[in-house]
């Protein structure tokens, strides 16, 4: 796995902004990784294993964060469909409702 900004990492220049919080954290462990490679603190076979586990974390804290936020849309979408349900009480908002809940985005 390559970053768009694993360079930078790597020369331990500043963080730029705007990186999610699975970027941030990449960021920062590759820029140690190779800060402990340059110092002659890892071997080739080592730094590889490091660099792998930081793949691999990337990879579930990326997928953490979609989920959240998949979370966080859905429990928006049912506020709105709930308090239109709310509103006018009738067999339509409540369809749009629990088409919402379930999964069927009409809101």
Do not use: H
Not at 23 to 45: C, N, P, V
Not at 51 to 63: F, G, P, T
């Amino acid at each position: 796995m390559t970053f768009p900004w694993e360079n930078k990492a790597k020369r331990c220049e500043p963080m730029p902004d705007g990186l999610k919080q699975s970027e941030q954290l990449a960021y920062q462990s590759i820029a140690l990784l190779a800060a402990r490679y340059r110092l002659g603190g890892l071997s080739d076979e080592q730094a590889i294993k490091e660099r792998n586990k930081i793949d691999q974390r990337y990879l579930i804290d990326s997928a953490n964060e979609g989920y959240i936020q998949w979370t966080v849309d859905l429990r928006r979408r049912i506020e709105v469909a709930q308090s239109e349900y709310r509103r006018k009480r009738t067999v339509e908002a409540a369809d749009v409702l629990s088409d919402v809940i379930d999964g069927f985005v009409r809101v």
